[in-house]
Structures are given as structure tokens and as C-alpha cells.
């Protein structure tokens, strides 16, 4: 089993910055995939940005060139840098883990609980 801490929400004017953070603990062999994920109300689940299992990567294009996503390897951490926050990107940002667990069981997706991001303008 693992889990996802996420943190760095909150309450930000427009064109302001937030930088959110998630670590994984638990039981973790290795881990394929390290992401963020935003969904707004009556939206659908949306990539943000995303680590891939080959290490590149990957960013929705309405934040690319705003959002900086990092990672810490050595703690299971990864971060995202929001800066030019703008009223669209209000949502709940979630951090997504593909892993596989110590009992090598195959790989499985995980989700955190998510942090809240309100933009005003």
C-alpha cells in the first residue's frame, strides 16, 4: 500500500505562486510514474504535469511555460512550482503515483486526497 501527502494549497490573487508538494510513503519497490492531476467543479479529471516512466516530462499546454514540476527521488517527493496563477487554474490539484510495492504484485496506480488552489482575480 502507498500513500500520498500532498500540501502547498491555498488562497492566491492572480498572478501570484504556489508550490505543492507530495510524498509518497509505504511500502514502494519503485515507482514509475509521479504526477499532478487538477480537476475544477464540474470538470473532468486533467493532466497537469507528469514525470513518465521513462523520467521526461510532460505538461498540459494551457500551464506550460507557468507550472514547474520537480521531483526528489530520494524522498518520494514530488513538487509543483505554480507561478502566473491565473482564475482558471482554480481546482483541486491531486497527485498521482504509479508504483510497484515492495511484494511486487505489479504496478498500481495512487492517488492523493488533494489540496485546494482557489485563484481570485
Known amino acids: 500500500q502507498v500513500q500520498l501527502v500532498e500540501s502547498g494549497g491555498g488562497l492566491v490573487q492572480a498572478g501570484g505562486s504556489l508550490r505543492l508538494s507530495c510524498a509518497a510513503s509505504?511500502?514502494?519497490?519503485?515507482?514509475?510514474?509521479m504526477g499532478w492531476y487538477c480537476q475544477a467543479p464540474g470538470k473532468q479529471r486533467e493532466l497537469v504535469a507528469v514525470?513518465?516512466?521513462?523520467?521526461?516530462?510532460n505538461y498540459a499546454d494551457s500551464v506550460k511555460g507557468r507550472f514547474t514540476i520537480s521531483r526528489d527521488n530520494a524522498k518520494n517527493t514530488v513538487y509543483l512550482q505554480m507561478n502566473s496563477l491565473k482564475p482558471e487554474d482554480t481546482a483541486v490539484y491531486y497527485c498521482y503515483v504509479a508504483a510497484v510495492g515492495s511484494d511486487h504484485d505489479g504496478l498500481r496506480g495512487y492517488w492523493g486526497r488533494g489540496t485546494q488552489v482557489t485563484v481570485s482575480s
Open positions: 509505504g511500502s514502494i519497490f519503485s515507482i514509475n510514474v
Open positions: 514525470f513518465t516512466g521513462s523520467g521526461r516530462t
